[in-house]
């Protein structure tokens, strides 16, 4: 896959084989459109997508026009959608590539008057002069010393899980995590962090779809059922690697905590990044995510069928469930050797004393159950 993706309006694209090639040999992949209707459609919808465009003096107007029905207007009209991104302080590097002689050698109306925001500073590069390679190399550096351009060509990995198989269409959020993440130096990050949970319940509601995880699961949920060892269901091999696994369950516990304003909130994350000299927090959760946005695809692409995915895990039925007593939840934290156990839903916490601490760690999955004759005490606890 190239590096550099740009949309190529030509209405001979197809048989310029050479420009193509030449465009390979420096990472660029030129996506070829005969006439303008098509071209700003893709522009208007999806123009997130491109990084450059190329122009070439005269095309067709639209899909119905064929033969000899080429002219300057299609020119005008997509210089001037270019020209009004960059009056609006928008980047989007084009240039001008034509082997008419009218364009190259004459004096063009649209061409003075529109040519001057192009990144040729209006100048017409000569097909026939194989002047494109010259071109080229302008186009990628103009591209390199644009800094959002720059920052999604860093991470353009994830923009492959934007297709309709996985994550669908998120490239507007993304590129907003991103904007965040490489150029805006957030300090007070705070209230970014939704976005990042709704990119993570997209991937969650997708993994639903192909069966990997069950469909009544919160976010508190997914971090016992993604390791396997959530009490109402039993599992069949592991559900996700043990990496990915954490991965998830450090994220949700951030993202969940900077996401709400409640008092007793475990990690008082809102509290700690107003305290905070740096943006280092957001960025390291954003990057996590990211990681998972990439591996969520290439686990997409071995998933088997939905049923099979779903043999995995079954639920257990209530009635099996409370007969056995336990509470499953996790030591939450360790202080002066006592521990601190929190259940799966929140609604129950515990102490737990230093002798039954031996062998648990913090963060550690577990599962108490508690003394008849004092429900304030735990009777047995073991690993989940």
């Not at 507007?172 to 300090?187: A, S, T, V, W």
């Not at 396997?228 to 039993?234: A, I, L, P, T």
Request: hydrophobic share 40%; charged share 30%; net charge negative.
């Amino acid at each position: 896959m190239a590096k550099y993706k740009v949309l190529w309006f030509d209405d001979e694209w197809e048989e310029l084989e050479e420009i193509s090639e030449n465009a390979l040999d420096l990472d660029i992949e030129l996506i070829g459109v005969s006439n303008a209707s098509d071209g700003l459609s893709i522009l208007q919808n999806d123009l997130m997508n491109y990084q450059g465009v190329i122009l070439d003096g005269k095309f067709y107007m639209d899909s119905t026009k064929t033969g000899d029905e080429i002219n300057d207007d299609a020119f005008g009209e997509v210089a001037r959608f270019l020209h009004d991104i960059h009056t609006r302080g928008g980047v989007l590097p084009w240039f001008i590539l034509s082997g008419q002689p009218t364009f190259v050698h004459e004096v063009n109306t649209s061409v003075k008057l529109l040519g001057i925001s192009s990144y040729g500073n209006g100048k017409v590069f000569d097909k026939n002069k194989d002047e494109d390679k010259e071109l080229f190399e302008l186009l990628v550096q103009a591209i390199d010393a644009a800094p959002m351009l720059k920052a999604v060509m860093k991470h353009r990995l994830v923009f492959e899980a934007c297709e309709e198989s996985y994550l669908g269409n998120q490239k507007e959020r993304l590129f907003e995590m991103i904007k965040n993440l490489e150029l805006n130096g957030q300090k007070n990050s705070e209230d970014l962090f939704t976005p990042l949970r709704k990119i993570l319940e997209k991937m969650i509601d997708r993994l639903v779809e192909f069966g990997v995880i069950a469909d009544d699961l919160s976010l508190n949920d997914l971090k016992f059922f993604s390791k396997g060892k959530h009490k109402d269901y039993e599992f069949q091999g592991e559900i996700f690697p043990p990496l990915i696994a954490h991965l998830f369950n450090s994220v949700i516990d951030v993202i969940q905590d900077a996401c709400h304003l409640k008092e007793d909130l475990r990690f008082k994350v809102d509290e700690f990044i107003k305290g905070s000299r740096t943006s280092y927090l957001y960025q390291s959760t954003t990057l996590t995510i990211l990681d998972l946005i990439i591996w969520f695809k290439s686990y997409v692409d071995d998933l088997p069928s939905p049923e099979e995915c779903k043999k995995k895990w079954s639920k257990i039925s209530i009635e099996v469930n409370e007969k056995l007593g336990w509470i499953h939840g996790e030591i939450n934290s360790v202080k002066d050797a006592w521990g601190s156990f929190i259940s799966e839903d929140g609604t129950i916490r515990k102490s737990v004393p230093p002798y039954k601490m031996k062998g648990f760690q913090q963060g550690e999955i577990v599962r108490i159950t508690l003394k008849e004759d004092n429900q304030d005490h735990i009777k047995d606890i073991e690993h989940a």
